[in-house]
């Protein structure tokens, strides 16, 4: 499975749950002229892959990785940034990491 899949299925699964979440775009703004990425220097680096409101107001945050794939600094930073600030931070693997947390932590 990608990262991309994974971000797809969790996105589906959080609007069967009328969970309100998008997908964050972290690769920036494509130019026709140079055919490449640009970062804009406003985007926040690490900024998870999936941004949501759950419905008791709480903002999550979910990163997708699958296989050996690691978070890389910037991810542990906004890690911290969201957790510090009462937000709920996710990593996930699969979807059932997400579900399960969710469940035991009563925010479905």
Known sequence: ???????????????????????????GNYSKRTKSYFKNPRLKKGVADILGILPNGKLFAIECKVGKNKQDDNQIIFQKDIEANNGIYILAYNLDEVEKYLKNNKFI
């Open 1 to 27: 499975m990608r990262e991309t899949d994974l971000r797809n299925q969790i996105l589906d699964w959080l609007m069967y749950r009328n969970i309100y979440a998008w997908l964050n775009n972290t690769a």
